[in-house]
């Protein structure tokens, strides 16, 4: 197995204009303000995947591999909670400028433990590169169990996790149980120091986006066991955290970005921009620039 998705990777938005159109001139910024991170993951939930087409897909991928200097690695969304969906996914999926593909947890139809198996074997089956499961619970309504990501481990092209349960135990038993190059991923920026604990090796940040020298200098604190350090940097960033989920993913960050001049705030539906009273609170929450100046 490799060692790309160690570190600090940034679950990247899809920039819009106020047509609701691709904005390839702000991925462009984008890409330049989290460029000297560890890695790229493109067409996930916080890109608003579910709203882009093949066509759009195809664009921003090859936008990305166009205006990557540092040759930073791709890991590219790939899931959803109809198997042979996915595979038809894979199959017609342009592979040359991706290093791995993220695959959610099935949503809604609620597999067991056993469908889940079944469907990440496939998958990995599949596809020609690695496969990270991502297991979000609270957004798909089915928990990856740790026995069941265990499990999957054992398959040569599954190489690790995205872990956003709540459940430190189920964290803690993966970290402790898990092959040693199976890699254990926090998908949720204030659980990273925990996780990394448990035995993570960094995280899938939301907020990178927007702070990407505070989460990076945040998870390489952790992993050289700076904890107070560490601690102390996730402090900045507390009080923001919240809001970039309170009107849903991705409005948050995108006002965010939209209030740091990098991005406008356009999302596409059901989801809707940001209202005033979150904007408020958002502003009133951006840690001073002092710290965003901060590079990792």
Not at 45 to 73: C, F, H, M
Request: proline fraction near 7%; glycine fraction near 8%; charged fraction near 20%.
């Amino acid at each position: 197995m490799g060692a790309k998705f160690k570190g600090t990777g940034v679950a990247l938005v899809t920039p819009f204009n106020q047509k609701k159109e691709l904005d390839l001139d702000s991925l462009g910024k984008l890409l330049l303000h989290t460029g000297e991170l560890d890695y790229w993951v493109v067409n996930g939930t916080t890109g608003e995947s579910p709203t882009l087409n093949e066509v759009e897909r195809s664009k921003v991928l090859q936008y990305i591999a166009d205006s990557n200097p540092n040759n930073l690695p791709v890991m590219f969304g790939i899931g959803g909670n109809n198997t042979q969906a996915v595979l038809n996914q894979i199959k017609i999926t342009d592979f040359s400028h991706i290093n791995a593909i993220l695959s959610v947890c099935p949503y809604y139809n609620k597999p067991s433990q056993q469908g889940l198996i079944k469907h990440y074997w496939l998958i990995a089956d599949h596809s020609p590169v690695p496969v990270y499961i991502y297991n979000v619970p609270g957004r798909t309504s089915c928990n990856i169990e740790a026995s069941t990501i265990l499990k999957l481990a054992g398959h040569h092209n599954i190489h690790g996790v995205k872990e956003a349960s709540p459940d430190r135990q189920q964290w803690l038993e993966i970290g402790q149980e898990k092959p040693e190059d199976f890699d254990l991923i926090s998908g949720d920026d204030v659980s990273t120091i925990d996780i990394i604990k448990c035995g993570g090796c960094g995280v899938i940040s939301v907020l990178a986006n927007a702070f990407p020298g505070l989460i990076s200098n945040m998870v390489n604190q952790a992993l050289s066991q700076q904890w107070y350090e560490a601690e102390s940097t996730l402090d900045l960033l507390r009080p923001i955290n919240p809001l970039m989920y309170k009107e849903s993913n991705p409005v948050g960050i995108k006002k965010v970005l939209n209030l740091m001049g990098i991005s406008e705030p356009y999302v596409r539906l059901p989801l809707v921009e940001a209202t005033e009273q979150l904007t408020a609170a958002i502003s009133a929450t951006i840690p001073p620039k002092t710290e965003l100046s901060k590079k990792p």
